[in-house]
């Protein structure tokens, strides 16, 4: 069956089964727990938990989708038979409506429909917290299965790692060898240190990827062979090594459906991976010696196979376009530089690696690839490592000397490319002050900085507050920094030791390491905060500030998103 038909069955089957079909949530996740969308479950992780009520939003007590997911942890890999980075996830899920029993015989019936069958399934063989599932067990024997293999945590159990959420034994179904689905009995929530806790109604979410299963109902060798791949594989030239072919088609595939959900190329976030996706694929255009045409041919390609499915891609074709070429003009510049001073050296450590990241924009593959013996030391491991450092000196740092990236300005918070850019972040940034300072006024004192990202469009606020805002109070905050704006306040900067910054009422982000003499700039009587800058000097130089949207971002926490208005 081709993957259209495929994705058809599995929402008509459900659909009539009494499930609510519902729409692939954003690459870009809610949950500030994770940076990428990696489940179908990751949009309803509030119906496990009884924070929302599945009734009242979709009428029904389970779910079906197909979600659009991106997992990171395989990104090297990818270029062998099996990996890859985007992937869509086709789940059920029950809140309380059904469990292991509907749920395992879903799973034989949906193959028997599909005219596959199961190889073998795996249980969950129990350990020192969780019991062996004897039940699922049973189940898959009733129906008939006769390989059913035992397994440990490792494999039969799902949770989030590292952070909270619901988890709990999964059984897995088999066929030629391939695990296809993972079907997830949530029946507890894990905590951040790990300790588990039951869930008050206990839930299903099942996942099962859409390339395997197509290469097993296509019979294919490979996740490339399918008809989801072909097409764009088919479009890059035969010269060039398979290898380098499934990483290129991957990564540009990918690389728009990220770029379809807003992810613009950046050095932070999604917006870094992003750029390290196409970044590697140009590298290959690059060695290759490519048509640069071939590559917007195979996002064109990708673009129509997904694009009836995932409109977004469609609408947004020439920003998706326009976004590759515009990474692909900034990586070409630095590219041929950094490849000489490569040349030049005669060991790659990480610093050294990194530094060439940095000055020049090469990224550790590329390093990788051109360097050879002289890199056998560099991982990718400790190049994270020397990135990460820098990030936190970043953000502790203030304004100005920053060559990295070609950037003239880049404090973690804010980053500007040029004069021009650094005009507009200034202003925003300026106005992101009066807006903690505003919302405290209107919501009150437990209103606090959780996060926050100036670009050159707009900024981008997350701050604790437990319920949505009114559209009055939001005109209301709107109004108080346009009114702090007209009362033409001085901007003021003061240095101070840590200690005295803090008592004397600046607001500052608790997240933040500061050093221990800060900078707090405060606009006349209306703002106080310890920051780096930079800012205007007076507030009438912001212009008009329009919050744009308000949303949740996390559990307790909201984000607003505004912009300057000319
Ligand atoms: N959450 C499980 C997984 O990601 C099943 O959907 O595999």
């Not at 479950?41 to 659009?68: C, W």
């Not at 988890?167 to 997830?184: D, M, R």
């Not at 936190?392 to 004069?419: P, Q, V």
């Amino acid at each position: 069956m081709s993957a259209n038909e495929l994705r058809k069955k599995f929402l008509e089957f459900f659909k009539s089964r009494g499930h609510a079909i519902v729409l692939s949530s954003s690459l870009l996740p809610d949950d500030p727990s994770v940076l990428l969308t990696t489940a179908g479950m990751q949009q309803f992780k509030k119906y496990y938990t009884g924070e929302a009520d599945p009734m009242r939003d979709f009428k029904y007590k389970n779910t079906a989708s197909i979600q659009k997911c991106f997992r990171t942890s395989d990104i090297d890999e990818v270029g062998d038979e099996r990996h890859n980075t985007f992937f869509e996830m086709l789940g059920n899920f029950s809140f309380g409506g059904y469990f292991k029993k509907e749920a395992i015989s879903y799973g034989k019936d949906f193959f028997d429909s599909i005219g596959l069958e199961i190889e073998y399934v795996t249980v969950f063989a129990g350990d020192k917290n969780v019991p062996f599932d004897e039940e699922s067990f049973n189940f898959w024997e009733n129906l008939g299965i006769r390989d059913i293999r035992k397994c440990g945590r490792e494999d039969n159990f799902w949770g989030p790692t590292g952070a909270e959420g619901p988890c709990g034994p999964t059984t897995e179904i088999y066929i030629n060898g391939v695990e296809v689905w993972n079907i997830v009995f949530n029946e507890f929530y894990q905590l951040k240190d790990g300790t588990l806790e039951k869930l008050k109604t206990p839930g299903v979410d099942t996942g099962m990827g859409l390339e395997r299963l197509a290469m097993v109902s296509q019979g294919k060798r490979n996740i490339f062979e399918t008809d989801l791949f072909l097409p764009i594989l088919d479009i890059l030239p035969g010269t060039i090594s398979e290898r380098q072919r499934r990483i290129i088609s991957d990564h540009l595939r990918a690389s728009a459906f990220l770029l379809s959900d807003g992810v613009s190329p950046s050095n932070k976030e999604a917006g870094y991976i992003l750029r390290r996706l196409l970044r590697r694929a140009l590298v290959y255009e690059y060695i290759n010696f490519l048509n640069p045409q071939i590559f917007e041919s195979a996002i064109i390609e990708a673009i129509k196979i997904y694009g009836n499915f995932y409109p977004e891609l469609k609408h947004r074709r020439d920003d998706i376009i326009n976004a590759y070429w515009a990474e692909r003009e900034k990586f070409s510049k630095t590219l041929s530089r950094g490849i000489k001073e490569l040349e030049k050296n005669e060991n790659i450590t990480s610093e050294k690696a990194f530094s060439l990241y940095e000055t020049f924009g090469l990224p550790y593959e590329i390093i990788k690839e051109f360097s050879g013996a002289k890199s056998s030391s560099l991982t990718r491991e400790s190049f994270d490592k020397e990135f990460g450092k820098h990030q936190e000196k970043s953000r502790a740092g203030a304004a100005g000397k920053f060559g990295g990236h070609g950037l003239l300005l880049n404090t973690g918070e804010l980053k500007a490319k040029d004069e021009e850019e650094l005009k507009k972040v200034t202003r925003l940034h300026t106005a992101t002050h009066l807006l903690q300072a505003a919302l405290r006024k209107i919501l009150g004192e437990n209103v606090r900085q959780m996060g926050s990202d100036i670009t050159v469009e707009r900024t981008r606020f997350d701050f604790s507050f437990p319920r949505k805002l009114t559209i009055d109070e939001i005109k209301k905050v709107e109004d108080l920094i346009n009114e702090a704006i007209s009362r033409k306040l001085k901007v003021k900067m003061e240095e101070m030791d840590i200690e005295e910054a803090k008592r004397s009422g600046a607001l500052y982000f608790f997240k933040e390491k500061y050093p221990a003499h800060v900078k707090v700039y405060s606009a006349g009587d209306f703002s106080k905060e310890l920051c780096g800058g930079p800012h205007v000097k007076n507030t009438q130089d912001i212009g008009k500030f329009v919050i744009i949207k308000e949303e949740a971002s996390a559990s307790g926490v909201r984000r607003i998103r505004g912009k300057i208005i000319p």
